[in-house]
């Protein structure tokens, strides 16, 4: 089965970029979609298809995807951007979510 | 705009069929290229799908859970309804239902507030 891998944590600065990592063989072959959940929350969708974003999703949120590894990167964080973040792909026709990253903001 | 809300049980015991409704509203499952799918989470960990239906009544399954698990629809109720026999305790956690669309090239941009279930006798 397809497995998709993100780092448990990344620490950010305020003002600074943040950038979540997923890592999957031949991601850069499907689509990614990028996902926030705040404690108590459902998920929110912040990325979809690699790099284009909602309606009512900040510019400071942005996609890649390319060859193993798809980046979602936050400029400007904020202590708002404070979540957990997963990524999402469809292999064939089953969903499959990395494990999630903490991102703290501090 | 799109809602959906998850209904069930909050408490089931071992063995049990769990029975969810998600309820929906601004939007169409007859439309072609919509679906609704199921994705829960346990307490502290990540998402996991497990089914998905689409307008055409095609029905998706995750292959580890695929024998405990059924899901419907109901246009005229506006529902999706999943059921998944012989719970356990692992199975405890937070179910979520969410709106699929093409335009977002498979995303899931609209979820429900989540229903929690307990496994417990």
């Known amino acids: 089965s397809y497995e998709l891998t993100q780092p448990l944590s990344v620490s950010v600065a305020p003002g600074q970029t943040a950038r979540i990592t997923c890592g999957g063989n031949?991601?850069?072959?499907?689509?990614v979609h990028w996902y926030q959940q705040k404690p108590g929350q459902a998920p929110v969708l912040v990325i979809y298809?690699?790099?284009k974003r909602p309606s009512g999703i900040p510019e400071r949120f942005s996609g890649s995807n390319s060859g193993n590894t798809a980046t979602l990167t936050i400029s400007s964080a904020q202590a708002g951007d404070e979540a957990a973040y997963f990524c999402?792909?469809?292999?064939?026709?089953?969903?499959?979510f990395g494990g999630g990253t903490k991102l703290t903001v501090l | 705009q799109i809602t959906l809300k998850e209904s069930g049980p909050t408490l089931v015991k071992p063995t049990q069929t769990l029975t969810l409704t998600c309820t929906f509203s601004?939007?169409?499952?007859?439309?072609?290229?919509?679906?609704v799918g199921w994705i829960r989470q346990s307490p502290g960990k990540s998402l996991e799908w497990l089914a998905l239906?689409?307008?055409?009544?095609?029905?998706r399954y995750s292959p580890s859970l695929e024998s405990r698990l059924t899901i419907t629809k109901d246009i005229s109720k506006n529902e999706v309804v999943l059921m998944m026999t012989n719970m356990d305790p692992v199975d405890t956690g937070t179910y979520y239902c969410?709106?699929?669309?093409?335009?977002?090239?498979?995303?899931?941009?609209?979820w429900g507030q989540g229903a929690l279930v307990t496994v417990s006798s």
């Open positions: 239906v689409y307008w055409s009544d095609d029905k």
């Open positions: 031949d991601l850069g072959s499907k689509n």
């Open positions: 999402q792909v469809w292999d064939v026709t089953t969903a499959v």
């Open positions: 969410a709106h699929r669309s093409p335009e977002t090239a498979g995303a899931m941009d609209y």
């Open positions: 601004g939007f169409s499952l007859s439309a072609s290229g919509v679906s």
């Open positions: 298809k690699d790099s």
